[in-house]
C-alpha cells in the first residue's frame, strides 16, 4: 500500500490548483478519465475551438486574477465585455431581466414595477419559488425567474431553497431599481472577462505546466474509501494518506465511503457546441437566456467571445437526473428552435460535440444542505477536505475553486 501525504481525487480544476500549492510537497492526483481538466477540457473540430460549456475566466477577487493573468501571460487571450440578452415573446431584451423590465411592452411594464414596489419580506421564504415572489414581486418572478430557472435546474422551484443560486441571483429592491434608472448602473463580477483564444484547457494546461505529470494518475477509478483507516481503493491499487483532498461530486464520494443517504438532488445538463459554416448574425451578443418554451435555456457565442468568423455556438439543455437522453432529438430540436428565433438563416451545420454533464447543477434544499453541512465539518476532522463546486454541493464558479484550493494548502 502506498502512502501518500496529500491524495487528491480529481484532476480538474480544483485539484490541479491545490497540487500546484504542494508541488514541492508529496501529493498524488488520482483521476479516472484519460485526460486533465474535469470540466475545463476544449475540442477542436474543423476550425472551431469548444469547450465542454460556456467556461469563462471571471474573478470576484483581484489577487485571483492576477494570479490568473500571470500565468497565462504567452497564452492568446480575448477580453470580452459581456454583452447578455434575454429572449422573451419574440423579443430580444437585456439581461439581467429582473434590471431592464422597462424594455417590456407597457402593460407588463407597470405589473413588474408595481409589484416590485409592493415586494414583501422574503426573510420567511421556504423555497426559491417563494422568495423570488417576495423579493421580486409576482411579475418578475413569473415572466423570468420561475420558468428559466426550472429549464435550467429540471425541477419546479418550490423543490429549492432560497438560496439556491447564491451570489448569482442579482440583487435588486425598488430604490435600487430606481438608482438605475438615473444612470447608477453598478458593476457584477462579470462585466469583462478573459477567454483563452484557444479554449478554457489552456489554464489547465498552465498548471500542469507546474506539475510533475508522473504523479497523476489517469484512467484509475477511485472504488471506496475508508476515513476512519485513512485508505482509498483505486481499479490499480491501494493507498493510504495523511491529507484527503476530495473534489469528486459530494454524490460520488458518499457512495465511495459508504454513505447511505439520497437527498443529495441534481439535474443533468446537455451541452451541444455547434460550428456553422456562415458568420454570426450578431456580432456583440455573449449569450442569451430563454425563459419560454424554446427547447433549450441558454446559448452562447464563442465566435463573439473570442473574436472569430463563423457562427460557433454552445447550447444548455436541462434534464432531470436519471433522465435518458436522446441527443440526436436534441439537435433536431435545437437546429429548430435556432431558425426559428433568427440565431441562423440559411446556415448549415458543420460540425458539433454534444456533452452530458452530471451532476448538472446541485439541487440546493434544506434537507440536503444539512447533510452536506454536516458531512463535510464531519470530513475535516478526519483529515478529509472538499473543494470545488460538485464537492461542496454548492452554485460557484471556476475562480471560487481556484480561491478554495488555495485556502486548504495554506491551512494544512
Avoid at 472551431?48 to 492576477?66: P, Q
Wanted: charged residues 25%.
Amino acid at each position: 500500500m502506498k502512502k501518500v501525504k496529500y491524495l487528491i481525487i480529481g484532476a480538474g480544476i480544483s485539484g490541479l490548483s491545490f497540487a500546484c500549492q504542494k508541488k514541492d510537497d508529496d501529493y498524488l492526483i488520482i483521476e479516472r478519465d484519460s485526460v486533465c481538466g474535469g470540466l475545463c477540457q476544449s475540442f477542436y473540430d474543423q476550425g472551431f475551438v469548444w469547450d465542454v460549456a460556456g467556461h469563462f475566466y471571471h474573478f470576484h477577487s483581484e489577487e485571483t486574477k492576477e494570479y490568473f493573468q500571470r500565468l497565462m501571460r504567452d497564452k492568446p487571450m480575448s477580453k470580452a465585455t459581456k454583452c447578455a440578452k434575454v429572449y422573451y415573446k419574440g423579443q430580444f431584451m437585456d439581461a439581467p431581466f429582473q434590471y431592464n423590465i422597462h424594455q417590456l411592452p407597457s402593460e407588463e411594464f407597470i405589473e413588474c414595477l408595481t409589484d416590485l414596489y409592493y415586494s414583501e419580506d422574503d426573510t420567511q421564504a421556504t423555497s426559491f419559488d417563494e422568495f423570488v415572489r417576495r423579493k421580486y414581486g409576482n411579475g418578475i418572478a413569473e415572466k423570468f425567474l420561475i420558468p428559466y430557472n426550472e429549464k435550467l435546474y429540471a425541477c419546479k422551484m418550490n423543490e429549492l431553497e432560497q438560496e439556491a443560486m447564491g451570489v448569482f441571483l442579482p440583487k435588486l429592491d425598488f430604490s435600487m431599481l430606481m438608482s438605475f434608472y438615473r444612470g447608477k448602473k453598478g458593476k457584477t463580477y462579470n462585466d469583462t472577462f478573459d477567454y483563452p483564444i484557444n479554449g478554457c484547457v489552456e489554464f489547465i494546461n498552465c498548471l500542469l505546466d507546474q506539475l510533475d505529470r508522473s504523479r497523476i494518475h489517469l484512467n484509475e477509478e477511485v472504488l471506496s474509501v475508508n476515513t476512519t483507516e485513512m485508505t482509498v481503493k483505486t481499479s490499480t491499487g491501494e493507498y493510504t494518506y495523511e491529507y484527503l483532498i476530495n473534489t469528486a461530486p459530494l454524490n460520488a464520494f458518499a457512495r465511495m465511503a459508504g454513505e447511505t443517504f439520497d437527498g443529495l438532488n441534481y439535474n443533468q445538463v446537455l451541452v451541444l457546441n455547434l460550428g456553422f459554416d456562415m458568420e454570426s448574425i450578431d456580432k456583440y451578443v455573449s449569450w442569451i437566456y430563454f425563459p419560454g418554451d424554446e427547447f433549450f435555456y441558454r446559448i452562447g457565442f464563442y465566435n463573439n467571445i473570442a473574436g472569430t468568423e463563423r457562427l460557433s455556438l454552445y447550447v444548455e439543455i436541462g434534464y432531470k437526473a436519471g433522465e435518458v437522453i436522446d441527443v440526436e432529438e436534441a439537435l433536431r430540436k435545437t437546429l429548430t428552435d435556432l431558425h426559428k428565433i433568427g440565431i441562423t438563416t440559411d446556415h448549415k451545420l458543420l460540425a458539433w460535440k454534444p456533452y452530458i454533464i452530471n451532476p448538472g447543477y446541485a439541487h440546493i434544499t434544506s434537507e440536503g444542505r444539512r447533510f452536506t453541512d454536516n458531512y463535510i465539518a464531519e470530513l475535516k476532522h478526519k483529515n478529509v477536505h472538499m473543494v470545488g463546486r460538485y464537492a461542496r454541493w454548492e452554485y460557484s464558479a471556476m475562480d471560487d475553486a481556484i480561491e478554495q484550493a488555495q485556502i486548504l494548502a495554506l491551512e494544512i
